[in-house]
Nanobody, 115 residues
Framework: QVQLVESGGGLVQAGGSLSLSCVAS????????MGWYRQAPGKQRELVAT???????NYGDRVKGRSTISRDNVKNTVYLQMNSLKPEDTAVYYC?????????WGQGTQVTVSS
């Protein structure tokens, strides 16, 4: 019954910013790690960022210094703030949660960076 729902994707110009949100619903009682992954057409899914319940973060090399991941443990929500966007950031962004040894995924939200 765990469900992840992303929001905030859209079309932005190069150099702009975008903020994504993901809400996890269900009876979640143990600690979990949440994160964002992205997949561009014809390419493998790659790590954007992850964050533990204790707020330890990990970023993918291509977004370090330009993105910030955060979470609200009460609302089971994870956020991704992206700045200085580049055309290469264009991809479908997926929310992920690891809980009790299982991985859950959202449906994805499209981010398109023009110019």
């Amino acid at each position: 019954q765990v469900q992840l729902v992303e929001s905030g994707g859209g079309l932005v110009q190069a150099g702009g910013s975008l903020s994504l949100s993901c809400v996890a619903s269900g009876s979640i009682f143990s600690g979990n790690t949440m994160g964002w992954y992205r997949q561009a057409p014809g390419k493998q899914r790659e790590l954007v960022a992850t964050i533990t319940r204790g707020a330890r973060t990990n970023y993918g090399d291509r977004v370090k210094g330009r993105s910030t991941i955060s979470r609200d443990n009460v609302k089971n929500t994870v956020y991704l703030q992206m700045n200085s966007l580049k055309p290469e950031d264009t991809a479908v962004y997926y929310c992920n949660m690891e809980w009790r040894g299982m991985a859950y995924w959202g449906q994805g939200t499209q981010v398109t960076v023009s110019s």
